[in-house]
């Protein structure tokens, strides 16, 4: 079993739509939460991330962690083309890089 | 303000050459790191380095070696270059290893033939 699922969709959308991604992880230690977009042949990009539980907003995108059932998500409202990318979450320990990844979501958003 | 620099951006090697991938951050990061994607894989770590003349092995350090003489380079290099090790290569850099996020380059892509 991996330390972190990611359902790999593809997801296809049409614009204006509200997108949930979700992993759920195993390791209890983890307590910084990221989501990252990665476009065709760039790099990870940092979306947002949140430090233990909680909720997380910025603009059109919401980033909720549940650590009771190990299980992140993001949401994006009102989805737009430029959103099509690869969402990658990615979670680590306190005082330890030890970062883990999922495998990423390809999300595309049909105008 | 570059942020990480990698280069070069595409590589093709024969079985067996040995190259090296550069990786460059100027953001007087201490914590810098190199990771390989594979698909259906992930981000999966090679070796990373908490500060200069400091590192370490990561999950998949096999046939990589790394080295750290300053605080913004950190390259990785392959010895003896395997099939196996065709890839994109990602190097990351974040201000200490207090788990906060890590900011990535654009990476490089490897092919060994």
């Known amino acids: 079993q991996k330390e972190v699922e990611q359902d790999p969709g593809p997801l296809s959308v049409p614009e204006g739509a509200i997108v949930s991604l979700n992993c759920t992880y195993s390791?209890?230690?983890?307590?910084?939460f990221m989501w990252y977009r990665q476009y065709s042949r760039k790099g990870p990009e940092l979306l947002m991330y949140?430090?233990?539980?909680g909720n997380k907003e910025d603009g059109r995108f919401t980033a909720q962690v549940d650590k009771s059932s190990k299980y992140i998500s993001l949401f994006i409202r009102d989805s737009q083309p430029s959103d099509s990318a690869t969402y990658l979450c990615?979670?680590?320990?306190?005082?330890?890089?030890?970062?883990?990844f999922g495998a990423g979501t390809r999300l595309t958003v049909k105008p | 303000n570059a942020g990480v620099t990698q280069t070069p951006k595409f590589q093709v090697l024969k079985t067996g050459q040995s190259m090296t991938l550069q990786c460059a951050q100027d953001?007087?990061?201490?914590?810098m790191s190199w990771y390989r994607q594979d698909p259906g894989m992930g981000l999966r770590l090679i070796h990373y380095?908490?500060?200069?003349?400091?590192?370490d092995q990561g999950e998949v350090p096999n046939g990589y070696n790394v080295s750290r003489s300053t605080t913004e380079d950190f390259p990785l290099r392959l010895l003896s270059a395997a099939p196996s090790q065709t890839s994109v290569y990602f190097c990351?850099?974040?201000?200490?290893?207090?788990?906060?996020?890590?900011?990535f380059g654009d990476g490089t892509r490897l092919s060994i033939l």
């Open positions: 990351a850099s974040s201000p200490d290893r207090s788990g906060q996020p890590q900011h």
């Open positions: 380095s908490v500060g200069a003349g400091i590192t």
């Open positions: 990615a979670m680590s320990p306190y005082n330890n890089n030890d970062m883990r």
């Open positions: 949140t430090y233990s539980s």
């Open positions: 953001m007087n990061h201490e914590y």
């Open positions: 390791n209890s230690a983890f307590q910084y």
